[in-house]
């Protein structure tokens, strides 16, 4: 397997897990984001105001998201699998 082979399964790992990821920590940021809001307008610095509704904003997206998310990982591992025989020649 040469670099630039290397290079792509990288690239290729990286970007899966990225976009993997994306919708969970967008969610969390959103939520985060709003509560922070909230707790500035209303003068409230209660530290589990924060961490509860992002936990359980968290559980609804990988509810939501959660097959899709596993969908593109066995597209992934499968496409590594396949192409091993090209990786190892």
């Not at 790992?13 to 959103?30: D, F």
């Not at 610095?45 to 509860?52: D, I, R």
């Amino acid at each position: 397997m040469s670099g630039p082979e290397v290079l792509d399964v990288a690239r290729d790992a990286i970007l899966t897990l990225v976009l993997v990821a994306s919708p969970l920590m967008l969610i969390g940021l959103a939520v985060g984001v709003a509560i922070s809001l909230i707790q500035a307008l209303t003068q409230i610095q209660e530290m589990t105001l924060v961490f509860v509704p992002k936990v359980l904003a968290t559980i609804l997206a990988l509810i939501l998201f959660g097959s899709w998310m596993l969908q593109t990982y066995i597209d992934f591992t499968r496409g590594l699998i396949i192409n091993l025989p090209t990786y190892i020649g």
